[in-house]
């Protein structure tokens, strides 16, 4: 039960090569063209061109490095990230608006809109910050915790 030879073609498509008509040339490993044995973390500004913009670490198809070499930049960038030589990451600003939340300003205020009615007033319900529930008998305080306006007072109190 082998696999079966193609001798006649089939109703599928050949599959071809991805082949769109350019030529690029292949980058070589830097490090290997200056005959670099050890890469130090220290050198901030070699390490930064194998960054992208947001303190990522450039992929080896991009940067151009060989296998070796690119642990050893990734091995240097992560300590020096650890030293606070390099940022983990960047904050960028973009101008494009995306992001959660979304803008309000196409639909305008909130009270203009007619799909609610007026908002209620205040019902003397509980607000934002109150401790007690409504209608809860407060705590009594314990015997001998007072509070005494001055050290004096506090003196007297206990004579």
């Known amino acids: ?9 089939s109703g599928r498509s050949e599959r071809k090569g991805k082949d769109t008509g350019k ?6 490993c830097v490090f290997c063209k200056e005959g670099v044995d ?3 973390y220290k050198d901030v500004n070699l390490l930064r061109k194998f960054m992208s913009d947001r303190a990522k670490i450039r992929a080896r198809r991009v940067s151009g490095n060989c296998a070796q070499h690119q642990r ?5 960038i992560k300590s020096a990230r650890e030293l606070a030589l390099l940022p983990y990451a960047t904050r960028v600003t973009s101008s494009r608006g995306g ?3 979304g803008r309000r300003d196409d639909r305008g205020p909130r009270e203009d809109r007619g799909d609610r009615g007026p908002r209620p007033e205040n019902t003397g ?3 934002v910050g109150d401790t ?3 209608g809860a008998i407060p705590e009594e ?4 915790t007072e509070i005494v306006g001055t050290l004096e007072d506090a003196v007297e109190a206990e004579a």
């Open 38 to 40: 050890w890469i130090d």
């Open 72 to 76: 050893d930049v990734a091995m240097a």
């Open 132 to 134: 007690a529930l409504p």
């Open 23 to 28: 030529k690029f040339k292949k980058k070589v």
């Open 99 to 101: 992001g959660r939340g």
């Open 1 to 9: 039960m082998g696999r079966k030879s193609k001798s006649a073609p």
């Open 125 to 127: 319900g509980p607000q």
């Open 141 to 144: 305080q314990p015997v001998g």
